[in-house]
């Protein structure tokens, strides 16, 4: 199993920016995807964002609709770890946000960290 350790979340207010980190205990070049996803009150989980690696090297990235044009993924190879810009935050970017990896051991999780975008 892969650990997973997240980090930058918080409260901000509409139109301010967060960067969350999410660093894996495993190599680069194994690790096939990382991402996000989340999860608010009352909703389903969300797909935000992901970056597949490949030959230990950060490659493709994707974003889920709502977050387009808002968030960037980005990926640090030499510490395994992704990083998740998020700019003109709304409210409707409050959730739960949850790390993950792919790998040839199949998809781990982290705890989750919580983002908060109130005024």
């Known amino acids: 199993q892969i650990q997973l350790t997240e980090s930058g979340g918080g409260l901000v207010q509409p139109g301010e920016s967060l960067t969350l980190s999410c660093a894996a205990s495993?190599?680069?070049?194994?690790?096939?995807?990382m991402g996000w996803f989340r999860q608010a009150p009352g909703k389903e989980r969300e797909v935000v964002a992901h970056?597949?690696?490949?030959?230990?090297?950060?490659?493709?990235?994707g974003y889920g609709n709502s977050v387009k044009g808002r968030f960037t993924i980005s990926g640090d190879n030499a510490k395994s770890t992704v990083y998740l810009q998020m700019n003109s935050l709304n409210t409707d970017d409050t959730g739960v946000y949850f790390c993950?990896?792919?790998?040839?051991?199949?998809?781990?999780w982290g705890q989750g960290t919580q983002v908060t975008v109130t005024s």
């Open positions: 970056i597949t690696w490949n030959f230990g090297t950060s490659n493709s990235r």
């Open positions: 993950y990896i792919d790998s040839m051991s199949g998809r781990d």
């Open positions: 495993a190599p680069t070049n194994k690790i096939v995807t």
